[in-house]
């Protein structure tokens, strides 16, 4: 009987350690993973985590591209390993690091204290007076056109890696970074949300919404289709009076 | 003075500088370009009032303009609360300086120091 055609390859894993908290220097684990075509490299770092070295750190959870928890830098770019096929990749050792821009826990596993301070400072939520549902009152109604205005910014899923590949992010810490600026422009261009005068307010300071040069990085790195960078640029706009 | 109002200065000092720019490059392109920095010709320049007046105003705004944006560059190199406030204070008394100076030089020749 003729065997079932196989892709499955050797694929070279470099995993980047390092414990700030124990110190220590940084150094790189390389790992032969099994691959087929279809693995992602969440799969390949777990394959690795359990045949090779049970000590490697990584953040995982649905392994659908909904959590947002596996953010890492991947051949040097901000991808979510669990939406990385290795077989989409070029070359044949995949690198795999901590996202830059954050602090490092262990390993792979980055702090992101930094970006739900700078999520949760901007009211992520919708602020109104008629929130309550009155009976027999149908409920904030929103025409097609009007979910259209923030409808992409809202699939946003606080990875992090819009603010891993933003420049801006790397040099000023205060920077409240396009992910937070984002979720400002889908609260803002929301007809049920009251909160725009509060929410401009907080990213109209010295690291606010002005230090974006528009580098447009974390809008080709968002998993989920977002464009931040668009975001800004309109919430830029509406601040300087074009509505 | 909020970011905001800030940034709207910032622009529209960058657009008046291009359009007063402009301005002044046509203008010595009409007046022999290759004699502009002859002695006389500067002096005379200095002394035609509405020329002056347009120097006077690029300086305004290129200043204006130039020094915010180093302002930003050094705000996003290091951060700080008596950093900020003294790259800010800094950069408004090299632009006031500047400012100064070079009125000073367009004034004075203005009125007949040469």
Excluded at chain 1, 145 to 150: D, G, H, I, N, Q
Aim: hydrophobic share 40%; with cysteine; charged share 20%.
């Amino acid at each position: 009987m003729a065997g079932v055609p196989s892709s499955k390859t050797t694929t070279r894993l470099k995993i980047k350690r390092s414990n700030p908290a124990a110190g220590g220097a940084e150094s790189y684990s390389e790992f032969d993973v099994d691959t087929e075509a279809w693995t992602t490299v969440l799969d390949a770092i777990l394959a690795a985590k359990n045949y090779g070295d049970h000590s490697v750190g990584v953040r995982y959870s649905c392994r659908q591209a909904t959590c947002g928890s596996c953010g890492m830098m991947i051949n040097g770019k901000p991808r979510l390993a669990c939406f990385t096929k290795i077989s989409e990749l070029d070359g044949g050792t995949v690198t795999v690091e901590p996202m830059k821009n954050f602090p490092i826990v262990r390993d792979l596993v980055v702090g992101f204290d930094r970006l739900f301070r700078s999520h949760h400072r901007i009211k992520p939520y919708i602020i109104s007076d008629e929130a309550d549902i009155e009976e027999g009152v149908r409920e904030n109604r929103q025409t097609p056109e009007e979910l259209e205005k923030y409808i992409q910014f809202a699939g946003c899923i606080k990875c992090g890696l819009c603010n891993s590949a933003c420049p801006t992010m790397a040099t000023d810490s205060q920077f409240a970074g396009p992910q937070s600026l984002a979720q400002v422009y889908r609260y803002v261009a929301d007809t049920r949300d009251k909160g725009k005068d509060e929410r401009l307010k907080i990213i109209d300071d010295s690291h606010g919404i002005w230090r974006c040069h528009y580098a447009g990085s974390c809008s080709k790195v968002c998993p989920k289709g977002v464009d931040p960078a668009m975001g800004i640029q309109l919430l830029k706009g509406h601040m300087l009076g074009f509505r | 003075m909020r970011e905001s109002t800030i940034i709207r200065i910032h622009y529209a000092t960058a657009l008046a500088s291009v359009a007063f720019v402009a301005l002044h490059v046509m203008i010595r392109v009409t007046q022999g370009f290759a004699d502009s920095l002859e002695f006389e010709n500067v002096v005379a320049n200095y002394q035609f009032l509405p020329y002056a007046g347009i120097l006077e105003v690029i300086l305004v705004l290129l200043s204006i303009h130039g020094f915010n944006g180093l302002r930003v560059v050094l705000l996003e190199i290091r951060q700080g609360r008596m950093y900020e406030r003294g790259v800010t204070v800094a950069c408004i008394v090299m632009m006031v300086a500047v400012i100064a100076y070079g009125s000073r030089t367009i004034f004075a020749m203005n009125m007949g120091a040469f």
